[in-house]
Structures are given as structure tokens and as C-alpha cells.
């Protein structure tokens, strides 16, 4: 049976909903608000993703917590959990780590050397040499607002601030608000 379509921009919305329905009208929200009015509506899944880049297998949840070796220490390493696997755009897949990359959570030389194994082994969710950031930007923002949307759900159900981690994914949505919408081919929003 055929798989899935992969459920980023889905995800993303519903994260964004979740900290609506969890703060409403609070005024922590608007950094992240502003960030996620910036993306394009696909991904905001208010329209259809572009068709230019939408027919590959996408784990749906990629960061380095999925990567693991087995058997520990030397075995290969092993992607996990795949619950959220469908067809997609394989931006999607890096959005994350683009992400803490990009907020300052993935060191400079962590994000190279992934980035480097990812092309070299043929990843397809960037071009194999050049900047990848026309093909990441909008993933990876949308990642941000993500994490941050979620941050804040939580910290409302907590009852406690966000901590310095949640913080900098907060600011960096405050950051995208003030870039241009996007870098990406497709339709505008």
C-alpha cells in the first residue's frame, strides 16, 4: 500500500495551534506568530506543497537523537522510528538540525560535518556541493516556529518559563520575522 504524504507543514500548524489553544493572548506568542506568518501558506498547510521536490521518502521526524549505532559502539549506524515516514520534500528531514544550526544550538563544525556525511553518502535533500540554504530555508524556519510553538504549549502546561534552549528557538522566531519570506522556488503566500 502506498506510503503516506510526509506531514511537516501539518506538524508545524498543529503546533502553532496547540500554543494558541494553550496561551491565548498571551503576548510570549508574538515572536512566534510574527515568524509564522512569514512562511509560505504550504508550509503552513494552508495550500498545496510545490510539486517541484515532493516525490521522496522522508523519515518525518529526523534529528540526531534518530541516529544511532547498533550494536554500540562500532555497529553502523541505524535510523529509527519511522511512525512518521510518508512522501515528500527531503528538506524536510534536515529542517531540524538546520534549524538548531541556524538558532545556534548545533555547533558550526557539528552542523559541517553532518552536512558533509549527509552529501556524501548521497542525501537528496540538498544539491551535492553549494549552498543549501535555498532548499532548507523554508523547512527549516518552519521547524523553528515548530519548536518554538511547542516550547511554549509546554511551558504553559508546566507552569514554568522557557528555559535557555527554548529561549533561543523563541528569539530566533522574533529573527525570522524580519528576513525576507522566503528563498525558495514555488507559489508565494
Do not use: N
Request: overall charge negative.
Amino acid at each position: 500500500f502506498p506510503l503516506p504524504p510526509m506531514r511537516g507543514p501539518a506538524k508545524a500548524a498543529r503546533a502553532v495551534a496547540r500554543m494558541r489553544a494553550a496561551r491565548p493572548g498571551d503576548p510570549a506568542l508574538l515572536p512566534v506568530l510574527a515568524g509564522w506568518r512569514t512562511l509560505p501558506a504550504w508550509a503552513r498547510d494552508e495550500a498545496a506543497p510545490p510539486a517541484l521536490r515532493s516525490g521522496f521518502l522522508c523519515h518525518g521526524d529526523l534529528h540526531l537523537g534518530q541516529l544511532v549505532r547498533h550494536p554500540v559502539p562500532d555497529g553502523p549506524w541505524l535510523l529509527i522510528d519511522v511512525d512518521d515516514a510518508g512522501v515528500g520534500d527531503p528538506a524536510w528531514d534536515l529542517a531540524r538540525p538546520a534549524a538548531w544550526y541556524a538558532a545556534g544550538l548545533l555547533a558550526p563544525e557539528d552542523w559541517s560535518v553532518f552536512l558533509h556525511a549527509y552529501r556524501s553518502a548521497g542525501g537528496p535533500a540538498v544539491p551535492a556541493d553549494g549552498d543549501p540554504w535555498p532548499v532548507l530555508d523554508v523547512p527549516a524556519r518552519a521547524l523553528t516556529v515548530q519548536t518554538a510553538a511547542v516550547a511554549l504549549a509546554k511551558c504553559a502546561a508546566e507552569q514554568r518559563e522557557p528555559d535557555a534552549h527554548e529561549q533561543l528557538m523563541i528569539e530566533s522566531c522574533a529573527r525570522i520575522a524580519t528576513l525576507p519570506p522566503e528563498l525558495t522556488p514555488g507559489p508565494a503566500s
